[in-house]
């Protein structure tokens, strides 16, 4: 049978914005990824992937270079991303100051992605670790808080970052608690194991969207 539908509307049904967040080395790459291989015509935005693009633009530059000064900058202008790391780890004021820069417009971005993306027949997928720092939970229809213990955390910075236990658990202390984003996420996806307990997960998860009828908040 063949349908018509109204001038301005699409066939398809209304799909959700799914927030994947988490703590550094929780695991939410990972958990996209088993989303990807579950629903692979699904839209991905990457936040981390966003702000290493948004530090090479011209005008992002010049606010960091205004922020922080010439001394995060090589000769040849390129931002020494190792040397402003080690700054906003250490310091929470300055933190922030890259943060006003960088996450509007990361903001900006994924939002106009998700609009964009509403009305399609796929899943849209915002992998964005500081998810509720900046607000970012209010335009998403679900979120999901990817979490491991402290102890499997730690391990997989050092072992990631090749840096000492001290070093990391500056970076996981710099960061909102784990704990609490857990108590503010709709589903936890805990990853204190191996790949395939975390892709039995996802694919739950999959199963239970794909049975609920979604509306625009």
Not at 171 to 192: F, T, Y
Request: charged share 25%; aromatic share 8%.
């Amino acid at each position: 049978m063949f349908v018509c539908y109204p001038a301005g509307t699409s066939m398809f049904p209304l799909m959700p914005a799914i927030g994947i967040t988490g703590g550094i080395c929780t695991g939410k790459s990972t958990f996209c990824e088993c989303l990807r291989a579950i629903l692979p015509t699904a839209k991905f935005f990457n936040a981390d992937e966003a702000a290493h693009a948004l530090v090479e633009l011209p005008e992002v530059k010049q606010e960091i270079r205004e922020k922080f000064g010439s001394s995060v900058f090589s000769s040849d202008g390129a931002l020494n991303r190792a040397k402003l790391r080690a700054i906003i780890f250490g310091d929470a004021t300055r933190k922030r100051a890259l943060e006003r820069i960088l996450h509007p417009r990361i903001r900006s971005q994924w939002r106009a992605e998700a609009k964009n993306h509403r009305n399609s027949p796929d899943f849209f997928f915002a992998d964005i670790p500081l998810l509720y720092e900046t607000g970012g939970e209010t335009l998403c229809d679900r979120v999901v808080v990817v979490a491991c213990s402290y102890e499997v955390q730690l391990g997989r910075l050092m072992e990631r970052m090749s840096i000492k236990a001290s070093e990391a658990k500056q970076m996981i202390n710099s960061q909102m608690p784990l704990d609490e984003k857990i108590s503010r996420g709709d589903h936890v996806a805990w990853n204190n194991s191996d790949r395939a307990r975390l892709a039995e997960q996802a694919q739950f998860l999959v199963a239970l969207w794909q049975k609920q009828s979604w509306t625009k908040r």
